[in-house]
C-alpha cells in the first residue's frame, strides 16, 4: 500500500513547557482506517493538528503526500491543507446556511474571495455535493438549515464537506464525542465505507475502545504525549488496555458505561 503520511520523532512542548507529544512516529497508508485511542490529555488532538500544522512540532519531521509539512512555505501548507479534510467534534458548521452551502464550503480554497462572497459555486462542484451528501444519506436535506438538523446529521454534513475537497487523507477530531450510540454507530460505519469506497485513508480521534477495536483497520494507543501501542486490533490486549488508559479495565469499562 502507499504510504500518504510519515510522522518521524516529533515531539510538540508548549510554551507552559507540558510535553503533549514525545518522540511520535507514524505512518499511514492508503486504504486505512487507523483510530487514535487514550484518556484526554494523551495528545490525540496535538498530533492531529500536526499533521495540516495547525500546530508547529517541536522536533521532528512529517511527511504528507510527498511534501515536507515542517519546512512547507506558504503556497505548499495552502495545498497540504486543499489535501487534508477536516472532521471536528462540535462540526464547525454555519448553522444559518443550507446543508449544500455548508458541504461547498470545503471548496472555498479553489475560489476568489469575490466568487466565495457572492456564492459563485461552479456546477461541477454542486454537483459534486450532492453525489457525497447522497452518499452520507442527506440529498433530501440538501436545501434545508443546518440548524434543523440532529447532531448526527450535522457530522454527515462535516464529513461531506471534508470529502467534497477531495482530499488526500482525511482527519477526524472525536467525531462521535458529543453523539448518542446510534449516531455514532451510524457515522463511524460511514467512515468505514467511504475509506473502503475510495481508499481514503482516515485518522480518527476517539475516546471509546470497543468503537476503535470495532472499526478499525490499525489502532495506535497513546498515554502522556506517547505511543505505547500500535498494532492490529486483534492485537490490543487488555493489559496494553490498560498500560493506554492508566487504569484497570474494569474501571474503563464502567466509565464508558456511565458516559
Not at 210 to 231: K, P, Q, T, W
Request: proline share 2%.
Amino acid at each position: 500500500m502507499t504510504q500518504v503520511l510519515q510522522m518521524n520523532h516529533v515531539s510538540k512542548i508548549y510554551d507552559n513547557k507540558i510535553t503533549a507529544l514525545n518522540n511520535v512516529s507514524i505512518e499511514v497508508k492508503v486504504g486505512e482506517l487507523v483510530s487514535i485511542i487514550g484518556p484526554s490529555g494523551a495528545g490525540k488532538s496535538t498530533l492531529l493538528r500536526t499533521i495540516n500544522r495547525m500546530i508547529d512540532v517541536t522536533n521532528g519531521d512529517i511527511v504528507f503526500n510527498g511534501v515536507d509539512v515542517v519546512k512547507a512555505n506558504k503556497k505548499e501548507l495552502k495545498s497540504i491543507r486543499k489535501n487534508v479534510g477536516m472532521v471536528f467534534q462540535h462540526y464547525n458548521l454555519v448553522y444559518r446556511s443550507s446543508v449544500l452551502e455548508n458541504v461547498l464550503h470545503g471548496r472555498l480554497a479553489n475560489y476568489t474571495w469575490l466568487q466565495s462572497l457572492l456564492k459563485q459555486y461552479r456546477k461541477e462542484d454542486i454537483d459534486s455535493a450532492m453525489s457525497i451528501l447522497k452518499m452520507v444519506g442527506l440529498e433530501d436535506r440538501a436545501y434545508d438549515r443546518c440548524s434543523k438538523l440532529s447532531g448526527g446529521q450535522k457530522q454527515r454534513v462535516g464529513i461531506a464537506r471534508a470529502l467534497v475537497q477531495n482530499p488526500k487523507m482525511i482527519l477526524c477530531d472525536e467525531p462521535i464525542a458529543s453523539l448518542d450510540p446510534q449516531s455514532s454507530k451510524v457515522i463511524m460505519e460511514y467512515l468505514k465505507e467511504i475509506v473502503n469506497k475510495t481508499k481514503i485513508p482516515c485518522l480518527v480521534n476517539l475516546h471509546q475502545v470497543d468503537v476503535a477495536l470495532h472499526y478499525s483497520d490499525r489502532i495506535i494507543g497513546m498515554h502522556a504525549g506517547e505511543i505505547v501501542f500500535n498494532g492490529k486490533p486483534e492485537e490490543l490486549t487488555d493489559e496494553m488496555i490498560e498500560k493506554i488508559y492508566g487504569v484497570k479495565i474494569e474501571d474503563l469499562i464502567n466509565r464508558e458505561k456511565e458516559n
